[in-house]
């Protein structure tokens, strides 16, 4: 069975530093982009960084500079950095993987809460 397993979350204070991962368990985890979104509270879930095959990552804006996302394709895992952590940044992120070579497939963790405090 194909799943994504988070870990990482957690409760720190306003610039502070949390790790997520994300484990895909797939023998074809190289044909899919790797990224992470997020929710807050009444708020539609947003993008906020993916990484390709390859390595190359891309982010939306608000992340930029203090959110890193890497893959480490013998362990099927991906990881988010998030640095200078902000109250704003408080919300479930969760690991998606989108499918690039045949069907469209995709696939969704289960989530993990990050809490930042002031």
């Known amino acids: 069975q194909v799943q994504l397993v988070e870990s990482g979350g957690g409760s720190v204070e306003a610039g502070g530093s949390l790790k997520l991962s994300c484990v895909f368990s797939?023998?074809?985890?190289?044909?899919?982009?790797m990224s992470w979104y997020r929710q807050s509270p009444g708020k539609q879930r947003e993008w906020i960084a993916s990484?390709?095959?390859?390595?190359?990552?891309t982010y939306v804006d608000v992340v930029k500079g203090r959110f890193s996302i890497s893959r480490d394709n013998p362990k099927t895992t991906i990881y988010l950095e998030m640095n200078g952590l902000e109250e704003g940044d408080s919300a479930i992120y969760f690991c998606?993987?989108?499918?690039?070579?045949?069907?469209?497939?995709?696939?969704w963790g289960q989530g993990t809460q990050v809490t930042v405090s002031s």
């Open positions: 990484v390709n095959a390859r390595g190359a990552p």
């Open positions: 797939t023998d074809a985890y190289r044909l899919f982009i």
């Open positions: 998606h993987a989108r499918r690039t070579v045949g069907d469209p497939i995709e696939y």
